[in-house]
């Protein structure tokens, strides 16, 4: 088969455009995995160590609900990862427990999203509430509710 000049032209083109598309590995183009989703590797450790050589408007992860996304900073003592650290804990379980809430949680009166107990009444199980001084889309705090007090002010019928 006989290829043109043009035609050898746009081939040679399309194959150069092709390669320079793919990323290489370790390219400055990939993004690291604590802001694209995160893995269950991220620990506590090295959250601190992220905070501590960067700001507290830091991006640490990324928490999705269908299109939209929601950010975990740094923080401070009141909002943001070390606010959750200090006052509830952090560790893969809470680091799960959030990304349910935000992915398939119902939205609740505080501007974030919680999941609740399959049970009637229906009770809050775990809450987030969403809005720093760092931005309108970013994780302000997130905790365990306490059923005993949620249970108690319940008064939905079943």
């Known amino acids: 088969m006989l290829l043109n000049a043009s035609a050898k032209a746009a081939l040679s083109t399309a194959a150069a ?11 400055a183009s990939a993004t690291p995995s604590s802001v694209s989703g995160g893995t269950v590797t991220e620990t506590a450790e090295s ?49 799960r427990k959030i990304g349910a809430a935000i992915w398939s949680g119902d939205p609740n009166e505080r501007g974030g999203y919680s999941t609740y107990a399959n049970q009637c009444p229906r009770v809050e199980k775990f809450r987030t509430i969403i809005g720093t001084p760092a931005g309108t889309n970013d994780l302000l705090t997130a905790y365990r509710v306490d059923r005993s007090a949620a249970a108690a002010s319940s008064t939905a019928a079943c």
């Open 47 to 95: 959250f601190d160590a992220k905070c501590r050589s960067n700001s507290r408007n830091y991006i640490l992860k990324k928490y999705h609900r269908g299109p939209r996304f929601f950010t975990l900073r740094c923080g401070t003592s009141t909002w943001g990862w070390k606010h959750i650290k200090l006052r509830h804990g952090w560790n893969s379980t809470m680091d």
């Open 17 to 27: 455009i092709s390669v320079l598309l793919i990323p290489a590995a370790g390219s």
